[in-house]
Each structure stands twice: as structure tokens, then as C-alpha cells.
């Protein structure tokens, strides 16, 4: 895909509120670098970054060689695919406190990495090795699931999703990738995208307030379920609460004097 055809597929998926977006990327390189020196110290910021992109454009590599090799085809056909999703479904409107819900929830270095952490991996190598079952996905890595509908926990399913993530990164711009997200993802019977799930709950997507956000988030890990069980129902709870926890740690970050 060269440089026109990118510039083409970000006209199509196109919205408003770009200004914003961007503050909300440069806000999550903050908040990570107040959690760095929280737990070393400010002095050793320069070493964790210089180790977190080293390591970042190491895992990058090797996914985005992956793409360009045993997962080629799989890569233009999923290019293809998002394509011409872009040129036909109406995104919906919005607002900035759903999307940092999504992305505390989710995938809270997404401004940070390009389709695959090495740090959610890892910890989730770990997690697993000590027999407690942790994600490690990115939003990229989720959209690349929910389009391939590949839900199967094996090693080379998880290689072919890591793969296809850097290319999809390629493709699509941060701000646009996660408002493709958000009007595939599933939140429950009956509610595939935000518009369904805030149809469903009563909420206006453009004007979340930061709980109601929050309640849509954690929709995206526990969906709502026909006859669900009564612990699900209290999972979702103690997820909406996390979720508002680290939303509040967002807002004061942004608020807090430099």
C-alpha cells in the first residue's frame, strides 16, 4: 500500500476533533513517564525510555517481517477488508471521555506502541506461566481478531494476530483505528458496536460522562448476556470501577501542574 492510498483510507475514515486526539497522545507519554518515575525515580526516565523503544522497534520488527513474508496475503486481504469497511459503514460521534475509558481499559500504552507491546506480552507470559490467565492484546491485535473471527488460544494464532496488527498500523492512523474499533467490537447479545451498546443502555456516545464510559468499557471484556450469571454481573461492576479509577488518574494528570 504506498503513501496515496493511506492518504485516501484517512480521508474516508476522516472526523473532527483531531486537536483533541492528539492531546490525548501526548497526555498518555505523560501519564507514562509520571508512572516510570514513580517507580525509579525521575533519573532513570531517559534509561526506561531508551530500553522501552529499543525493545518496542525489536517486536515490531519481528511482527511487521512476519507480515511481509509467511502472512502476506493474510495481510493485503485484511488491508482490503478495512478498506472497504472504512468506505461504507457512518461512524459514530464520539466524545473524548469514551475514548480514554477504551483506552485505560484496553490497551493504556496505545499511543505508545505500533500494533504490539512487549510489555503486555511479557507480562502475560508471565501471568500464564504462573497459571492465571492474562491478555497481552493491543487494539490493533483486537480489531484484527474480531475481523478474522479468530478466537482460537494457540501460539500460531497469536503470532498471525501480532503480524497483522503492525500492518493494520500501517494502514490506519491511532485516532482512526480505535473509532473503527468501537463500531465493530462487541459489547453484548444484540450490540455489536458503541452505538448499539449506548442505544441499549440509554447514553449518548458523544456526551459520555465519565461513568457512563466507563460502563461501556467494560462492556468490551464482560459483555452483557442473555440469563447472565449473577458473579458476571459483578465482575463488569468491579471492572466499571477500575476503569473509572485509572480514568480519574487521567483527568488528574491532565490538570496537574508540570
Not at 507480515?67 to 502476506?72: F, L
Not at 459520555?208 to 454481573?233: F, H, L, N, T, W
Request: net charge positive; with cysteine.
Amino acid at each position: 500500500m504506498d503513501r496515496k492510498e493511506r492518504l485516501q483510507l484517512s480521508s474516508d475514515c476522516g472526523y473532527p476533533g483531531a486537536n483533541e486526539r492528539a492531546d490525548l497522545g501526548a497526555l498518555s507519554i505523560q501519564l507514562r513517564r509520571r508512572a516510570v518515575e514513580r517507580r525509579f525515580g525521575s533519573a532513570s526516565h531517559n534509561w526506561c525510555s531508551l530500553f522501552f523503544v529499543q525493545a518496542a522497534g525489536l517486536t515490531w520488527f519481528f511482527c511487521w517481517l512476519l507480515s511481509r513474508t509467511i502472512y502476506r496475503s493474510q495481510a493485503k486481504n485484511l488491508q482490503e477488508r478495512i478498506s472497504a469497511i472504512c468506505g461504507t459503514i457512518v461512524f459514530s460521534n464520539i466524545g473524548a471521555k469514551l475514548m480514554v475509558a477504551v483506552i485505560v481499559a484496553e490497551d493504556h500504552r496505545f499511543f505508545l506502541h505500533k500494533g504490539v507491546d512487549h510489555v503486555a506480552i511479557l507480562r502475560a507470559v508471565v501471568c500464564n506461566l504462573k497459571g492465571r490467565r492474562e491478555g497481552g492484546s493491543t487494539l490493533e491485535q483486537q480489531v484484527v481478531r474480531v475481523l478474522t473471527g479468530d478466537y482460537r488460544l494457540k501460539v500460531g494464532r497469536k503470532l498471525r494476530e501480532m503480524a497483522l496488527a503492525t500492518r493494520i498500523g500501517e494502514q490506519l492512523s491511532k485516532e482512526q483505528l480505535l473509532r473503527l474499533y468501537l463500531e465493530i467490537a462487541y459489547f453484548g447479545k444484540d450490540a455489536i458496536g458503541v452505538a448499539a451498546i449506548a442505544k441499549k443502555l440509554g447514553f449518548d456516545p458523544a456526551g459520555m460522562s465519565s461513568d457512563e464510559a466507563a460502563q461501556v468499557a467494560a462492556c468490551i471484556k464482560y459483555p452483557y448476556a442473555s440469563g447472565e450469571s449473577e458473579q458476571r454481573a459483578e465482575r463488569r461492576v468491579k471492572r466499571v470501577e477500575r476503569i473509572m479509577k485509572r480514568h480519574r488518574g487521567v483527568e488528574n494528570a491532565r490538570s496537574a501542574p508540570e
